[in-house]
């Protein structure tokens, strides 16, 4: 069974105006399966996780080219990085004898350690590069009508034609977006994702940084996943499991740059202060942060005290996913007052900022905005609030704010 994803247009259109593209995100998200079902026929495909084309690829790329000619898909990437100078010059060879050179190499990687540091410096003004999560909602339960419509923050009259209730929304959030659980319900949520992290452990962590303890990195994530939707205080992370500061910002690094999680910087109208200043915790995939934090089943899940900060973790994965499925980065932060009010999410678009809030509620309110009464909204150019809720329908409360049902995020 294969599902459409919605960057899979976007992937197309950027190979008809760059000579490389190259798709990236967590493992067994998709990558390899979406590229080769659009593949033009006469791309040839080779993977790195062939170890004998790998060392190829790594000994005597010169070779390597002259057994795989472009157009090609080259799967995973990052096993062979040395690669990418071989690509610049073939590209900027075919570009110097006025051939066609768009769309000549697609690449896919799961590691993002040194492959972004390597394709920027190799490919600079060469590459498109893209970004795929698991399922968004909106992907695997989509009808067909809706297919054309523009992105969630594009068009908030998106006719609504199935809203998901609260136990429907918390089974989609137990069972995350990973295509093989999602797509096959057989799969056994715990068991996938207990085999997911050691494969993760092994394959990406340790064999890039080293851990040496994987019951210490494994609880640092059991730990972190605890703290999902709160401030990140790596300090206090480090106190906990008994290692150094630096460790902890490593390893949020590295969970950062293989698109386990996603760090939300607070907004400062000081684009340096974005930077210092302390930012937000989320997991990209919401089936990992439940196995990580030990929920099990929704009935226990809906009324637990991880129920609000996994629905807002949910909705700002699916908000990203939003963004990134159609090749576009995420213009997100949260704002937050000297006297420590909050407003969840900030979207920064040309025209001002649309301010979220995101509530486990059938009911919202305009004073879920309180942190803006006290902030210089002139300053702030605010154009629009939304709240995301369990309500059933959008739901206008003044002229500035909206009612929005989660589940209608696409």
Same mark, same amino acid.
């Given at each position: 069974?294969?599902?459409?994803?919605?960057?899979?247009?976007? #992937?197309?259109?950027?190979?008809?105006?760059?000579? &490389?593209?190259?798709?990236?995100? =967590?493992?067994?998200?998709?990558?390899?399966?979406?590229?080769?079902?659009?593949?033009?026929?006469?791309?040839?495909?080779?993977?790195?996780?062939?170890?004998?084309?790998?060392?190829?690829?790594?000994?005597?790329?010169?070779?390597?080219?002259? /057994?795989?000619?472009?157009?090609?898909?080259?799967?995973?990437?990052? *096993?062979? =990085?040395?690669?990418?100078?071989?690509?610049?010059?073939?590209?900027?060879?075919?570009?110097?004898?006025?051939?066609?050179?768009?769309?000549?190499? $697609?690449?896919?990687?799961?590691?993002?350690?040194?492959?972004?540091?390597? &394709?920027?410096?190799?490919?600079?003004?060469? &590459?498109?590069?893209?970004?795929?999560?698991?399922?968004?909602?909106?992907?695997?339960? /989509?009808?067909?009508?809706?297919?054309?419509?523009? +992105?969630?923050?594009?068009?908030?009259?998106?006719?609504? !034609?199935?809203?998901?209730?609260?136990?429907?929304?918390?089974?989609?959030?137990?069972?995350?977006?990973? +295509?093989? =659980?999602?797509?096959?319900?057989?799969?056994?949520?715990?068991?996938?994702? @207990?085999? *997911?992290?050691?494969? %993760?452990?092994?394959?990406?962590?340790?064999?890039?940084?080293?851990?040496?303890?994987?019951?210490?990195?494994?609880?640092?994530?059991?730990?972190?996943?605890?703290?999902?939707?709160?401030?990140?205080?790596?300090?206090?992370?480090?106190?906990?499991?008994?290692?150094?500061?630096?460790?902890?910002?490593?390893?949020?690094?590295?969970?950062?740059?293989?698109?386990?999680?996603?760090?939300?910087? +607070?907004?400062?109208?000081?684009?340096?202060?974005?930077?210092?200043?302390?930012?937000?915790?989320?997991?990209?995939?919401?089936?990992?942060?439940?196995?990580?934090? *030990?929920?099990?089943? *929704?009935? @226990?899940?809906?009324?637990?005290?991880?129920?609000?900060?996994?629905?807002?973790? $949910?909705? #700002?994965?699916?908000?990203?996913?939003? %963004? $990134?499925?159609?090749?576009?980065?995420?213009?997100?932060?949260?704002?937050?007052?000297?006297?420590?009010?909050?407003?969840?999410?900030?979207?920064?678009?040309?025209?001002?900022?649309?301010?979220?809030?995101?509530?486990?509620?059938?009911?919202?309110? &305009?004073?879920?905005?309180?942190?803006?009464?006290?902030?210089?909204?002139?300053?702030?150019?605010? #154009?629009?609030? $939304?709240?995301?809720?369990?309500?059933?329908?959008?739901? +206008?409360?003044?002229?500035?704010? !909206?009612?929005?049902?989660?589940?209608?995020?696409?």
């Amino acid at each position: 069974m294969y599902i459409n994803r919605l960057l899979a247009s976007y #992937i197309l259109k950027a190979s008809r105006s760059f000579p &490389v593209v190259l798709l990236t995100g =967590p493992r067994q998200s998709g990558k390899t399966t979406l590229l080769r079902k659009i593949a033009r026929p006469d791309m040839g495909f080779v993977s790195l996780d062939d170890l004998v084309v790998r060392e190829l690829a790594i000994s005597d790329p010169k070779l390597f080219f002259q /057994r795989f000619k472009p157009p090609l898909f080259i799967d995973e990437i990052q *096993y062979a =990085p040395n690669l990418l100078t071989y690509i610049k010059l073939l590209v900027d060879e075919r570009t110097t004898r006025l051939k066609p050179a768009n769309g000549l190499f $697609w690449l896919s990687g799961s590691q993002n350690f040194t492959l972004m540091d390597n &394709v920027s410096e190799s490919l600079a003004g060469r &590459v498109a590069i893209m970004n795929l999560l698991g399922f968004s909602l909106y992907e695997y339960a /989509r009808d067909s009508a809706s297919d054309k419509l523009k +992105p969630f923050f594009m068009n908030k009259t998106k006719r609504i !034609t199935r809203v998901l209730n609260m136990p429907e929304l918390f089974k989609v959030i137990l069972r995350g977006s990973m +295509p093989k =659980p999602v797509i096959d319900r057989r799969i056994d949520i715990e068991q996938y994702y @207990s085999s *997911y992290l050691q494969t %993760y452990l092994e394959r990406d962590i340790r064999s890039q940084v080293g851990v040496r303890s994987s019951r210490t990195f494994e609880a640092f994530l059991r730990l972190l996943a605890a703290r999902s939707a709160q401030l990140l205080n790596m300090a206090s992370l480090a106190s906990e499991i008994g290692t150094a500061l630096n460790t902890v910002k490593s390893w949020i690094s590295l969970l950062e740059k293989t698109y386990q999680i996603y760090i939300l910087k +607070p907004y400062h109208s000081n684009l340096n202060k974005r930077e210092i200043k302390t930012p937000k915790v989320y997991f990209l995939d919401t089936g990992l942060l439940c196995y990580l934090t *030990y929920w099990r089943d *929704y009935h @226990s899940v809906c009324v637990g005290p991880m129920a609000g900060p996994l629905f807002e973790n $949910w909705v #700002i994965s699916e908000l990203i996913k939003s %963004y $990134w499925h159609r090749g576009k980065e995420a213009p997100f932060y949260f704002y937050r007052t000297r006297d420590g009010l909050e407003i969840d999410l900030f979207c920064v678009t040309g025209e001002g900022i649309i301010a979220s809030e995101i509530k486990l509620s059938a009911m919202a309110k &305009v004073k879920s905005f309180k942190a803006l009464e006290t902030a210089k909204v002139g300053k702030l150019n605010i #154009i629009e609030q $939304w709240i995301f809720s369990l309500a059933q329908d959008i739901m +206008p409360l003044d002229a500035k704010t !909206t009612v929005f049902p989660a589940s209608s995020i696409y």
